[in-house]
């Protein structure tokens, strides 16, 4: 059973704080790790994607794989009210030709 | 620049009543992929097309079929519409199906009474 687990939250952090979204999956020979955005209401938004350990940065967005560990993690840098959303961690897991969900983070970033 | 477009974003049927969900995608993507999504239970995968011509069970398919159309087009039919397939349905598509991200549609909104 591939599993991915996240934390439902919410997740409450002020405006211009760090917030840190945390994913643990279960099958260490993964391959690539993605971090979707959905405001409620609305579709999945792919934010980052990550595939080597490490970290990797987009603008306010840092992603973070530590595949001995099976954990990626999201860091949000001065968090803004915009960013209060549900998070989707979502693993394609070797041999198995398909992403799989995490149920999600919720964030809200007050103002 | 459409992306995945689905259609219709909402609906409601009555129980035993059928219907199609389409989806069509303008980015050449060889797969494409039928979600639903329930509160706390996260996306669930319905059925999947790796390319053209194939079609697969994801982990939900009961009381559901597809169809891949062509590249661009992939839809989903409920035969004998059912409460418990109450959902928000989301269509998506990626370059293939290994190690690549999948881009949503919008989603439809589907109620039955």
């Known amino acids: 059973q591939k599993e991915v687990e996240q934390n439902s939250g919410p997740l409450s952090v002020p405006e211009g704080a760090i917030a840190s979204l945390n994913c643990t999956y279960s099958?260490?020979?993964?391959?690539?790790f993605f971090w979707y955005r959905q405001y409620s209401g609305k579709s999945p938004e792919l934010i980052m994607s990550i595939y080597s350990n490490g970290d990797k940065e987009d603008g306010r967005f840092t992603a973070q794989l530590n595949k001995a560990s099976q954990y990626v993690s999201l860091l949000i840098r001065d968090s803004q009210p915009s960013d209060s959303a549900t998070y989707l961690c979502?693993?394609?897991?070797?041999?198995?030709?398909?992403?799989?969900f995490g149920t999600g983070t919720r964030l809200l970033v007050s103002p | 620049n459409a992306g995945v477009t689905q259609t219709p974003k909402f609906q409601v049927l009555k129980t035993g009543q059928s219907m199609t969900l389409q989806c069509a995608q303008d980015?050449?993507?060889?797969?494409m992929y039928w979600y639903r999504q329930d509160p706390g239970m996260g996306l669930r995968l319905i059925y999947y097309s790796a390319s053209e011509g194939t079609t697969d069970k994801g982990e939900v398919p009961n009381g559901y079929n597809v169809s891949r159309l062509n590249k661009r087009e992939f839809s989903l039919r409920l035969e004998s519409a059912a409460p418990s397939q109450t959902s928000v349905y989301f269509c998506?598509?990626?370059?293939?199906?290994?190690?690549?991200?999948?881009?949503f549609g919008d989603g439809t909104r589907l109620s039955i009474l």
């Open positions: 998506a598509s990626s370059v293939t199906e290994s190690n690549q991200p999948q881009h």
């Open positions: 099958d260490r020979v993964s391959q690539s």
């Open positions: 980015m050449n993507h060889n797969s």
């Open positions: 979502a693993v394609n897991f070797s041999g198995f030709q398909k992403l799989v």
